[in-house]
């Protein structure tokens, strides 16, 4: 199964992937409010949404 990555040094942590993901894989850091992480990976559906919905083409699916 293909798994979500964020690139950290294109990420803006605008916040979309995280409410464009329709089975929660993002979620906020919990030290740092500001990083958005790939929390459950294993839930990942491949929709794509997330890396076609990012404006700074920080997110692969592969
Ligand atoms: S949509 Fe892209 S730029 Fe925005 S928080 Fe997610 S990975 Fe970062
Ligand atoms: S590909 Fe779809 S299911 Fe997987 S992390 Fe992105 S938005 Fe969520």
Redesign the pocket.
């Known amino acids: 199964m293909a798994k979500p990555v ?1 690139d950290y040094k294109k ?8 409410q464009i993901c329709p089975v929660e894989v993002y979620a906020r850091d919990e030290k740092d409010q500001k990083k ?1 992480i790939v929390k459950k990976p294993d839930a990942c559906v491949e929709c794509r949404a ?1 890396e076609t ?4 083409e ?2 692969k699916v592969n």
């Not at 990420?11 to 995280?18: E, P, Q």
């Not at 919905?53 to 700074?56: H, L, R």
Request: net charge neutral.
């Open positions: 964020i990420c803006i942590s605008c916040g979309t992937c995280l958005i997330c919905s990012c404006p700074q920080a997110i």
